[in-house]
């Protein structure tokens, strides 16, 4: 009973939160600020508000190509922690408390890029991209991009373009 009561709930998810992307040399990082993401009819609103700026994206539910979810460590502290590991290995040949604290600050580095892991949902239009890093439980996102994709499967079948357009010619 609980399965079922908690499906209901999952399928109205029509509004997420997260953190906006940013795009630095072709790579998305976090931005500071928030992103709300809703399903407003057949559009889905994007509303990013970051320090001074506030932009808003509109894609038609229609216009959406694909939908993709990421987890990724962080990999500019996975890197730094490797140069720090091998920097320590050097390290021991002159000082060993030196080597010693550069290891275990890499390990430390190691660690915390793997198990803090970077999350994002986007949503792919056919000019346009909303990207949302997450800061809630990954279902939730899941949910959200599920319906929205089954939403947009729903407008686009042949079936609603043939009943609606009988009923726009006797309205014209």
């Known amino acids: 009973m609980n399965g079922n009561t908690n499906m209901r709930t999952n399928q ?9 992307a940013q795009v630095w040399a072709n790579v998305l990082v976090p931005a500071r600020g928030t992103i709300i993401v809703k399903v407003t009819g057949d559009t889905l609103v994007g509303t990013a508000k970051t320090g001074l700026e506030k932009r808003e994206t509109w894609i038609r539910i229609q216009n959406i190509d694909s939908v993709e979810t990421l987890e990724a460590p962080i990999y500019a502290l996975l890197g730094f922690g490797g140069f720090l590991a091998f920097s320590s290995l050097g390290a ?21 890029a793997i198990t803090n892991k970077r999350r994002y949902l986007a949503i792919y239009s056919h000019r346009n991209a909303i ?7 990954p279902e939730l996102y899941q949910q959200f991009a599920m319906n929205v994709l089954a939403l947009s499967r729903k407008l686009n079948t042949p079936s609603n373009t043939q009943t609606r357009q009988p009923q726009t010619q006797i309205q014209a």
């Open 131 to 137: 990207v949302v890093f997450m800061n809630k439980s």
């Open 12 to 20: 109205q998810v029509v509004e997420i939160t997260g953190t906006p």
């Open 92 to 112: 021991f040949r002159n000082s060993f408390g030196l080597g010693l604290i550069l290891l275990v600050a890499a390990v430390a580095l190691i660690v915390y």
